[in-house]
């Protein structure tokens, strides 16, 4: 092996290319930031008020630490290198619930007034700059503080209500899966687009009749030829002050109860005994604990009872589901506990987040973010396999290729769930379920033997008891 | 300056509109601040002392 040269190991954010300031990679595998000699009085600027300080105190703001200009990956054009701290979850905003983006929402307004306070603007306002750290927003962005010109109105109000309200507005007020708007629209849903899908009673609240229906009208007529207009626009601290706090209150109002939907209540009508309920919640204690992941994986977590156990043992936690209601509900619940370490997250596991942006690598797929050491498959298969009609080979194949450890839970055709499961399927009804107890999936041996041929070693099998069920946990052999 | 960092295309139509929106969220604020003036002239002008150490505190933010 070669003796390590400068720039080996070193690749750089695919994502981190708007921003002339500076930009992100990674040095064998840490984040780091280089930051252009351009933004250096800035940057002083913004450490020497103390803002920076004041702001990762309350946890606001990512921290950093100072790294030597030779780990730069450019130290031609670098002036500092900072090093911030790493998030063991990497999320997109259309994977988040409604209460989610609000609370990113006002975690970035909150910086805003508060740089204001200090002299100091944000120079981007997206949902891209704010990570959840557990299920609490955190700022990733140092860079985005600058100080202010006098009177300047505030760059970055359109991108505000393109990535922010409107998203926001369309899921609580008209449909929570209109979030995956943003997965079509990366710099923000249109304007005209969102105000033709929100409901008129919208044009009855100041704040979504202003920031979103007349601020359509007037990005239409402004289209060409305003610029020198829009460059003699002069806004006092006190108007932009209105502005942010309208902002604020508009956003703070949007709020979307989860009741009715699909999955939402399910934790509470599950279809077996308190006895089988702590009975599985031992083992599946006892199975994260042998494996002790840094990071866990739960798919179909519902409401998180399961996440919980796994964060526990001491694992960050992504808590993937389907249901908007679930994940909504589970992140009011952690913010309410105060629990740290468990990431609730919006997934559909028939079509995950796809890479997406310039050349397809500016947001990174669901498969290219997967990190966990340990995949929670709890309840989950028969759900795929029933309710969406993928075959076991693909689903077990599908895990192998998520991470090296599975606690997956196997269900026989009589558990009361298939039942209600295979009820809803009338086309089932004279094959599958004719046979039923003749599919694969409800023979353990061969649903075992499927999963061999997958490349999973089965390491340990414990019956929950007062169930018929039966959980399993596996490690890949890199056999497959 | 604002060239060099302003990466970010704010949109005319947003900046222009911004401003009208600020003066409208803006006017309540700009009412209570003229009010308080109003009577801070008025106790001063009748009181010919300095105003009370009670007096509140003015500032512009939104409450």
Known sequence: MSAPRPGQGLVREPGSWRDPAGFVYRRDGAIHRQIAPVFAAEWEAYLASGLHDRLVTRGAVLPFEDAPIADALDPATAWRVIRPEMLPVISWPWEWCPGQLRDAALLTLDLALEALDAGFTLRDATPYNVQLRGTRPVHLDALSFERRAPDAPWGPYRQFCRTFLAPLALMTERDPRLGLLLRSFLEGIPLDLAVRLLPRRTLLRLGLATHLHLHARAIGRNADGKGAEARAVRLSETRLRALLGNLRGTVAGLRWEPEGTEWADYADRTSYSDAATAAKERIVRGMAEAVAPTVAWDLGANTGRYSAIVAETGAHVVAWDIDPGAVERHHRALMASGRERITPLLLDLTDPSPALGWGLTERASFLERANAELILALALVHHLAIGRGVPVEMIATFLAGLAPNLVIEWLPHEDPMVRRLLAGRHDMAGGIRGNVAGWPLFREEAFRGIFADAGWEIVERAPIEGSGRVLYRMRRSGRA | ?63
């Not at chain 2, 009208?20 to 308080?36: D, K, Q």
Request: cysteine-free; proline content about 14%; aromatic content about 4%.
């Open chain 2, 1 to 63: 300056m604002d060239l060099v960092f302003a990466y970010l295309d704010p949109g005319s139509g947003s900046i222009i509109i911004q401003a009208v929106i600020a003066g409208i969220v803006a006017l309540p604020i700009l009412f209570r601040n003229r009010i308080s003036a109003v009577v801070r002239t008025l106790r001063g002008g009748r009181a010919a002392t300095p105003p009370p150490p009670s007096a509140p505190p003015t500032d512009d933010r939104p409450r």
